[in-house]
């Protein structure tokens, strides 16, 4: 068995460097696909590894709070495309938040209240910001940095805290916002702090902070702010107590609630998966199309397999006179259609791997690499062989020998 399988092994190696450009561009056609499949996983795997980093990096004392629908993966899916904004149903409330506070297992707790607003300087104006509602905690409980300032205070209500974007937008300044003013709703507020450049703008919050503004939920409250809590960010005592605050939490929400089951309490590793449906959905739309370039590539090797089992008829028929089974005929193109579609996948694997180091020059997406993206490369490149390549071996296999030796080109 050894034996037959280098025979079959050289033989199939001595059809493709004949027709080495042929084969160059099968295998290319192949790692295409491949290197497009490649490169979204490595995204998504870079995006869950920074949320995962940045969940440890705060201690694994935090608890989060997040609205969810109850509803079957479906409607969830349909939910994320059609709706303009999921946090518009959000059940929570500032009211929620200040009851978590005092629990007694909490140590610190804070809103994120989103919403988008017009902001108005001295000489500028950005129409359509981002602003945030939370509590002077959420420095304790996130570990934001600030770059200069101090963070926001229950002593100001009209306190402000910027993110460097915004600041340069609005003030036209990068770094020396502190003490200017700026207007929201008829009211004046000062900054106090500017926040340090994010290093990775994507978190388990979902805020982008550098292009936010952040100030006091509850004067924001107070000014008639129409803002939507979309996430309650807790600090546990200790993280011996994090089942069962979990769980007073999720009982005193329900009780709060009236049996209303739209929230979700997280904590550990389930705070790092992304808490909107949408890039998900969007990421398996490009692994869809990605995996019709694929179907394209396994054409090119059943193409030029069909090429390869017509011009060696004559082959085929003077293996069969001399003894070959139908069977050993089969397996010598399987095994050409394996080694093209493998040489395609390892070429798209490193292609894939080029690109998302190229991306992560200009975008903080490091490349992902983990075992499980090396198996749906391999996995993919010998399916691609076996499915292409059977009807080829087939017809190969199935030629009359009589007929095949009377074949000229």
Same mark, same amino acid.
């Not at 295998?27 to 295409?32: D, K, Q, R, S, T």
């Not at 940045?54 to 709706?83: C, F, H, N, W, Y």
């Not at 340069?168 to 020396?176: M, R």
């Given at each position: 068995?050894?034996?037959?399988?280098?025979?079959?092994?050289?033989?199939? /190696?001595?059809?493709?460097?004949?027709?080495?450009?042929?084969?160059?561009?099968?295998?290319?056609?192949?790692?295409?696909?491949?290197?497009?499949?490649?490169?979204?996983?490595?995204?998504?795997?870079?995006?869950?590894?920074?949320?995962?980093?940045?969940?440890?990096?705060?201690? !694994?004392?935090?608890?989060?709070?997040?609205? #969810? *629908?109850?509803?079957?993966?479906?409607?969830? +899916?349909?939910?994320?495309?059609?709706?303009?904004?999921?946090?518009?149903?959000?059940?929570?409330?500032?009211?929620?938040? *200040?009851?978590?506070?005092?629990?007694?297992?909490?140590?610190?707790? #804070?809103?994120?209240? #989103?919403?988008?607003?017009?902001?108005?300087?001295?000489?500028?104006?950005?129409?359509?910001?981002?602003?945030?509602?939370?509590?002077?905690?959420?420095? *304790?409980?996130?570990?934001?940095?600030?770059?200069?300032?101090?963070?926001?205070? /229950? *002593?100001?209500?009209?306190?402000?805290?910027? %993110?460097?974007?915004?600041?340069?937008?609005?003030?036209?300044?990068? @770094?020396?916002?502190?003490?200017?003013?700026?207007?929201?709703?008829?009211?004046?507020?000062?900054?106090?702090?500017?926040?340090?450049?994010?290093? @990775?703008? +994507?978190?388990?919050?979902?805020?982008?902070?550098?292009?936010?503004?952040?100030?006091?939920?509850?004067?924001?409250?107070?000014?008639?702010?129409?803002?939507?809590?979309?996430?309650?960010?807790?600090?546990?005592?200790?993280?011996?107590?994090?089942?069962?605050?979990?769980?007073?939490?999720?009982?005193?929400?329900?009780?709060? /609630?009236?049996? @209303?089951?739209?929230?979700?309490?997280?904590?550990? @590793? !389930?705070?790092?998966?992304?808490? %909107?449906?949408?890039?998900?959905?969007?990421?398996?739309?490009?692994?869809?199309?990605?995996?019709?370039?694929?179907?394209?590539?396994?054409?090119?090797?059943?193409?030029?397999?069909?090429?390869?089992?017509?011009?060696?008829? =004559?082959?085929?028929?003077? =293996?069969?006179?001399?003894?070959?089974?139908?069977?050993?005929?089969?397996?010598?193109?399987?095994?050409?259609?394996?080694?093209?579609?493998?040489?395609?996948?390892?070429? %798209?694997?490193?292609?894939?791997?080029?690109?998302?180091?190229?991306?992560?020059?200009?975008?903080?997406?490091?490349?992902?690499?983990?075992?499980?993206?090396?198996?749906?490369?391999?996995?993919?490149?010998?399916?691609?062989?076996?499915?292409?390549?059977?009807?080829?071996?087939?017809?190969?296999? =199935? /030629?009359?020998?009589?007929?095949?030796?009377?074949?000229? =080109?």
């Amino acid at each position: 068995m050894a034996l037959l399988i280098r025979t079959h092994y050289a033989l199939a /190696k001595e059809s493709i460097k004949r027709n080495r450009t042929r084969s160059f561009l099968t295998c290319l056609g192949i790692g295409i696909g491949v290197a497009s499949i490649i490169l979204i996983l490595s995204l998504m795997g870079s995006i869950n590894n920074m949320i995962t980093s940045q969940v440890k990096a705060m201690g !694994a004392d935090l608890v989060v709070v997040r609205p #969810a *629908k109850q509803e079957d993966a479906i409607d969830s +899916i349909v939910d994320g495309l059609t709706s303009a904004n999921q946090y518009l149903t959000s059940n929570l409330t500032l009211e929620d938040a *200040k009851a978590i506070i005092g629990l007694s297992d909490v140590d610190s707790a #804070a809103p994120i209240a #989103a919403g988008v607003a017009t902001l108005t300087s001295e000489d500028r104006t950005v129409p359509s910001a981002n602003i945030i509602g939370t509590y002077a905690d959420l420095n *304790k409980v996130q570990n934001l940095q600030l770059m200069n300032g101090t963070f926001l205070s /229950k *002593k100001v209500e009209n306190a402000a805290v910027v %993110g460097k974007e915004l600041s340069l937008k609005l003030f036209a300044t990068p @770094d020396e916002a502190v003490g200017k003013t700026f207007t929201l709703m008829d009211h004046k507020f000062i900054v106090v702090g500017m926040l340090e450049e994010m290093e @990775d703008p +994507i978190n388990f919050s979902n805020v982008d902070f550098d292009s936010a503004m952040l100030i006091d939920a509850n004067f924001l409250d107070k000014i008639g702010g129409n803002f939507q809590v979309q996430q309650i960010n807790i600090k546990a005592a200790s993280t011996s107590v994090l089942d069962s605050l979990s769980q007073e939490i999720q009982d005193f929400l329900h009780a709060e /609630k009236a049996g @209303d089951e739209n929230f979700e309490v997280l904590y550990g @590793d !389930a705070i790092s998966h992304p808490a %909107g449906g949408l890039f998900t959905i969007v990421s398996g739309m490009l692994t869809v199309v990605a995996s019709v370039s694929l179907v394209v590539g396994g054409i090119g090797v059943m193409n030029i397999l069909l090429v390869s089992v017509a011009e060696r008829t =004559r082959e085929i028929g003077i =293996r069969k006179a001399v003894g070959a089974s139908s069977f050993n005929i089969l397996l010598q193109f399987m095994f050409e259609s394996l080694i093209l579609s493998l040489a395609g996948g390892l070429l %798209g694997f490193v292609l894939g791997y080029v690109f998302a180091f190229f991306i992560s020059i200009f975008t903080p997406f490091a490349p992902y690499i983990d075992w499980g993206i090396i198996s749906v490369t391999l996995s993919t490149s010998m399916a691609i062989g076996v499915i292409f390549g059977m009807y080829p071996a087939v017809k190969a296999a =199935r /030629k009359n020998p009589i007929e095949s030796l009377r074949y000229y =080109r």
